[in-house]
């Protein structure tokens, strides 16, 4: 017989990453072992590495919604709209909204605090950003409408991003007000874009 709620696909994936969150803010993410994560939301190791097929994605677990937000940045923008004018909306919105992928929710902080003590974590958050750095550029390569260095593009603008994302997470770990450093992080982001549509505007 399947452990309680080994059959429910995304109710299933949705618990245990609920208490995978749960347990790696209380204890630390190098503390708790997949095992126990599996206990604890009854089901089985083999079900965990089904949805989560390493154990860094049970907290890093929104890569694949930074993919689709990048492609539909590219592939969505208005006719005439550059791509560095195309990602500052999109990057702009997340901001706006308090989206987890912004980092100035909140709820962003215990998530920072996780990330930066755990050496694993970190080391995947790089991997998240070079996979990230490259999926975009290979959009650009064959995105018509664009006629820059895509590669340049996507490696000037996810370096940037990432520095811009890192002194917010040290800020909010910090205990800094939320407000002065949402300014910050929107005076870095407008920054950031500035540099990319001086040297990548069409």
Excluded: W
């Excluded at 245990?16 to 190098?30: C, S």
């Amino acid at each position: 017989m399947p452990r309680t709620g080994e059959r429910g696909g995304p109710q299933t994936r949705a618990r245990i990453l609920e208490v995978a969150t749960r347990l790696f803010i209380e204890r630390g993410y190098d503390t708790v072992t997949v095992a126990e994560v599996a206990r604890e939301a009854g089901v089985s190791s083999v079900t965990v590495f089904k949805h989560f097929p390493r154990k860094e994605d049970l907290f890093l677990d929104r890569a694949d919604d930074a993919v689709e937000l990048l492609r539909s940045a590219v592939r969505d923008r208005a006719p005439g709209v550059g791509v560095p004018a195309a990602l500052r909306e999109a990057m702009i919105r997340l901001v706006d909204a308090g989206h987890p992928l912004s980092g100035v929710d909140d709820r962003s902080i215990p998530f920072f605090r996780t990330v930066a003590a755990s050496p694993a974590l970190i080391a995947r958050a790089r991997e998240i950003g070079a996979d990230l750095q490259r999926i975009l550029a290979e959009e650009l390569e064959h995105d018509p409408a664009f006629a820059g260095d895509g590669t340049l593009l996507a490696a000037f603008f996810i370096a940037g991003y990432g520095t811009v994302m890192v002194e917010t997470a040290r800020r909010r770990i910090a205990g800094e007000p939320p407000s002065a450093v949402v300014d910050d992080h929107r005076v870095r982001l407008e920054r950031l874009f500035e540099a990319l549509r001086g040297g990548f505007g069409s």
